[in-house]
């Protein structure tokens, strides 16, 4: 009885598998459908910033009713070209024609010279989202069918009911003069799990809970208040605290978890304003408005910057939670935004970036034994952060264009690898091989 089970279950994976083979060799094609475009620009990175900053206004906690949200084509396709960097080769475009928002997209298939190109359409709905069409490569899907197939994906691969709450994050989407409006009817995006799923598919594993990020907010305020850490001159004392800390918590939480909560906490505390943009409401400590605290880390900085120990700080975290990748893309986003927002692009601000992470990196790959080696290590700022000499700072656009090009430039990626290859000499990387 349990070999003929066995035998039916080995025939039905071999069907399964088969069945699929066949659906991809049918659906690929030799040439993507989108042709490759320019690496973002500056107007990309404030178009999308615009669309972020517009939806989480429009997601408000423990709001019941629904709320508003309205973009366009532009801010629509510059999350899209944002959002595809995080996924090798992705390239996409949307356009709201009449009544409809129509999309095409194409993924290089790994290992092979073809492309998925995927075709749909999104017309006016009230109530359940729909889609009019579907086309997979030259397969036409039935929308019910692709729905569906998109919930169930959703839900199993990001977890934290994912398909189901962005298939549900609308219940109604209206287009006028080329805006596109929608009534969006979640609440929070951290207490529905949205964010938490979308980061602990980036990490590879679950978010720590929000307790666990609240309890070592908790422990850094009080020692703040406490006058245990400074309020002014150097950062390190905080990074070292905050790592003695997570070195104590790894006995119960294991290291990457408890590596991540102290981090976000401090992030909280000392990183950048926009953490909690990027991040939604995830992990929002609630200690923040029950405590009227006293003390603070606005006049710390790291590398004699305060900055620096935004940027830092901000990358460390955004790397705990998620990728290198996302970390990365985050900072060189920020970096043209600053170039028509702001003071412009600034080298020195993704060395401070590259640094934090390669530090999470560090801690988050080495076995908790080996933690208080590596914290003796730190001795000074220099160890953890590389010196800004010879690094190209404030840019304007145009100096950033003449000189660097793009993000994708030769010219540009040279000088990422000499910041790489100046963390590779910190202290705290050059002890035997490099394992981040």
């Not at 009534?183 to 980061?199: A, K, P, Q, V």
């Not at 304003?273 to 992990?283: P, Q």
Request: hydrophobic share 40%.
């Amino acid at each position: 009885m349990l070999r003929r089970l066995l035998k039916i279950l080995i025939i039905s994976f071999a069907a399964v598998l088969m069945a699929l083979v066949v659906f991809v060799l049918v659906v690929v094609e030799d040439a993507p459908l989108v042709e490759a475009g320019a690496p973002p620009s500056p107007k990309d990175v404030t178009e999308a910033r615009e669309f972020v900053r517009g939806l989480r206004s429009a997601i408000q906690p423990n709001l019941s009713e629904t709320a508003s949200f309205t973009t366009n084509e532009d801010q629509l396709n510059s999350v899209l070209k944002l959002g595809g960097r995080f996924v090798p080769g992705f390239r996409g475009e949307l356009s709201v024609d009449g009544k409809s928002v129509y999309g095409i997209a194409s993924v290089p298939v790994p290992y092979t010279n073809k492309w998925m190109n995927l075709r749909a359409s999104v017309p006016e709905f009230e109530g359940p989202f729909v889609l009019s069409s579907v086309q997979l490569g030259p397969v036409t899907v039935p929308p019910s069918l692709a729905i569906s197939v998109a919930r169930i994906g959703g839900n199993v691969i990001v977890g934290e009911q994912f398909g189901n709450i962005v298939l549900n994050v609308a219940d109604s989407m209206h287009i006028h003069d080329g805006n596109v409006a929608f009534r969006l009817t979640m609440n929070e995006m951290g207490s529905n799990g949205l964010m938490r799923g979308i980061f602990g598919s980036l990490r590879g594993s679950d978010m720590p809970g929000s307790g666990d990020i609240d309890r070592y907010y908790l422990k850094f305020r009080s020692a703040m208040d406490l006058g245990e850490l400074p309020t002014s001159g150097s950062y390190l004392p905080y990074l070292l605290f905050m790592l003695e800390a997570a070195h104590e918590g790894s006995q119960s939480e294991g290291v990457a978890n408890a590596y991540t909560s102290a981090i976000i906490a401090l992030t909280l505390i000392c990183g950048a304003k926009d953490f909690t943009l990027i991040v939604g409401g995830m992990i929002g400590s609630e200690f923040a408005e029950d405590n009227n605290w006293k003390a603070d880390c606005g006049e710390l900085t790291l590398n004699g910057r305060i900055d620096s120990r935004r940027h830092f700080t901000t990358a460390a975290a955004l790397q705990a939670a998620s990728n290198r990748g996302f970390a990365v893309s985050v900072g060189e986003f920020k970096e043209l935004y600053d170039t028509v927002k702001s003071g412009g692009f600034d080298f020195t601000d993704l060395a401070a970036n590259n640094s934090g992470i390669r530090m999470s990196n560090k801690f988050m790959s080495t076995p908790a034994p080996d933690w208080a080696e590596l914290i003796r290590v730190i001795r000074s700022e220099n160890d953890v952060i590389i010196g800004f000499e010879d690094i190209p700072q404030i840019m304007s656009e145009e100096d950033f264009k003449n000189n660097y090009k793009d993000v994708e430039s030769i010219e540009y990626l040279k000088m990422l690898n000499l910041i790489e290859a100046r963390i590779d000499e910190l202290a705290l990387h050059r002890r035997g091989n490099r394992i981040d």
